[in-house]
């Protein structure tokens, strides 16, 4: 079976998809909690593992495809198309912006795990909502990339 999923292009796609899309959802859900200024900080912290534990695994994932597909046969179809473009800044993009949201949740975890009179002063409580809002949306930003990525390979 996992020989199944390490050969299979379309499987890995989705499950590196799936997870990404299952760690936004966790984002968002924390972010959910955080304006509606709910109490349960134990619910946080484990919406926030789920998020990190999601995006880690979109992240191997990603890259596994991306060591073994991308790069010897997805990538010069793209340059050889007419929207070399869609490697050329939107994937050299994502590449760079995709390293940052793992850090970035592990960040927003660590932040929850604050004793709970750090966790609810209003400042640093205002930076966490800033922080899990921009990484949701540098995620989704990525997934819109994705999108772009695999329709110039479809194109070509």
Not at 16 to 27: E, N, Q, S, Y
Not at 70 to 88: E, F, N, R, T
Not at 89 to 105: A, G, N, T, W
């Amino acid at each position: 079976m996992l020989d199944f999923i390490l050969q299979n292009k379309p499987v890995l796609v989705g499950l590196h998809l799936g997870f990404a899309i299952l760690g936004i959802d966790f984002l968002l859900w924390l972010l959910g909690e955080l304006v509606a200024n709910a109490k349960n900080q134990r619910r946080m912290r484990w919406v926030a593992w789920g998020a990190v534990i999601s995006f880690a695994f979109s992240w191997l994932i990603g890259g596994y495809y991306y060591v073994k597909f991308y790069g010897s046969i997805v990538k010069p179809v793209i340059l050889g198309s007419v929207a070399p473009w869609a490697h050329q800044v939107v994937m050299e993009s994502k590449e760079h912006i995709f390293l940052f949201i793992l850090p970035l949740s592990v960040t927003i975890l660590l932040l929850t795990m604050l004793t709970g009179q750090e966790f609810n002063d209003a400042g640093l409580k205002r930076a966490v909502k800033k922080l899990t809002a921009i990484t949701a949306l540098l995620a989704l930003l990525i997934g819109l990339m994705g999108f772009v990525i695999s329709a110039a390979a479809r194109w070509a």
